[in-house]
């Protein structure tokens, strides 16, 4: 189980987001979907074989993505940081690095131990990106997209202005959207065109 909280290597806010998007459109998504996304952020998949991630483990580890959804939902950044501490306080959060006996680089970890089942290290790993996502910004820089009829997260950890949507696809959308909307409404109301 790994994780790096830096720009490099390991993401573990972008693995919450993606596992939170995943159990968002399934709830019971399948044991090896699970892995299959784990995977894809960096995960061994020796340690997704089904003796080391059991079906018990990938529904431990599906309530602990449901319970940091909660954590991206949340608007407040002050509700979000007393949720942050107390996932951490209940993890046992102590920050130490590991290598995991040489098989990987080396990475940050905050759960309980090596022993610590995928639950606890994602809820531990996960708090702990969020946690320093809230002090380098200042806030809580996600959310879920603004386009209706999307609900999909997205972290706002880019350059310039806030963002609101999960991809350019919506952000798109959306503005076509507003646009045909102040089109029918300018042709409504004549008395409101520009130059009248």
Do not use: K
């Given at each position: 189980?790994n994780?790096v909280?830096?720009g490099?290597?390991?993401?573990p806010a972008r693995?919450?987001?993606?596992?939170?998007?995943?159990l968002r459109a399934?709830p019971?998504?399948?044991?090896?979907?699970?892995?299959?996304?784990?995977?894809r952020h960096?995960?061994r998949p020796?340690d997704?074989?089904?003796e080391?991630?059991p079906?018990?483990?990938a529904a431990e580890?599906r309530?602990?993505?449901?319970?940091?959804?909660?954590?991206?939902a949340?608007t407040d950044?002050?509700?979000?940081a007393r949720?942050?501490?107390?996932?951490?306080?209940?993890?046992?959060?102590?920050?130490?690095?590991t290598?995991?006996?040489?098989?990987h680089?080396w990475h940050?970890?905050?759960?309980r131990d090596?022993?610590a089942?995928?639950?606890?290290?994602?809820?531990?790993?996960?708090a702990?990106?969020l946690a320093?996502?809230v002090?380098?910004y200042g806030?809580a820089?996600?959310?879920?997209?603004?386009?209706p009829?999307?609900?999909?997260f997205?972290?706002d950890?880019g350059?310039?202005?806030?963002?609101?949507?999960c991809?350019a696809?919506?952000a798109s959308?959306?503005?076509v959207?507003?646009?045909?909307?102040r089109?029918?409404?300018?042709?409504?109301?004549?008395?409101?065109r520009?130059?009248?």
């Amino acid at each position: 189980m790994n994780d790096v909280v830096t720009g490099r290597g390991f993401q573990p806010a972008r693995r919450l987001v993606d596992l939170a998007n995943a159990l968002r459109a399934d709830p019971e998504l399948p044991r090896e979907e699970l892995a299959e996304l784990l995977v894809r952020h960096g995960e061994r998949p020796e340690d997704l074989a089904e003796e080391a991630f059991p079906p018990a483990c990938a529904a431990e580890l599906r309530s602990a993505v449901a319970r940091m959804t909660a954590v991206l939902a949340e608007t407040d950044t002050g509700r979000a940081a007393r949720a942050l501490n107390g996932i951490l306080a209940e993890c046992g959060a102590r920050p130490r690095l590991t290598d995991h006996g040489g098989r990987h680089p080396w990475h940050l970890h905050v759960d309980r131990d090596e022993d610590a089942g995928w639950a606890d290290w994602f809820l531990a790993a996960s708090a702990l990106a969020l946690a320093q996502i809230v002090t380098e910004y200042g806030r809580a820089a996600w959310g879920e997209c603004a386009a209706p009829g999307c609900s999909a997260f997205h972290l706002d950890t880019g350059p310039g202005s806030a963002r609101r949507y999960c991809s350019a696809t919506c952000a798109s959308r959306a503005r076509v959207a507003a646009h045909r909307r102040r089109r029918r409404e300018e042709a409504g109301n004549p008395a409101g065109r520009p130059g009248d």
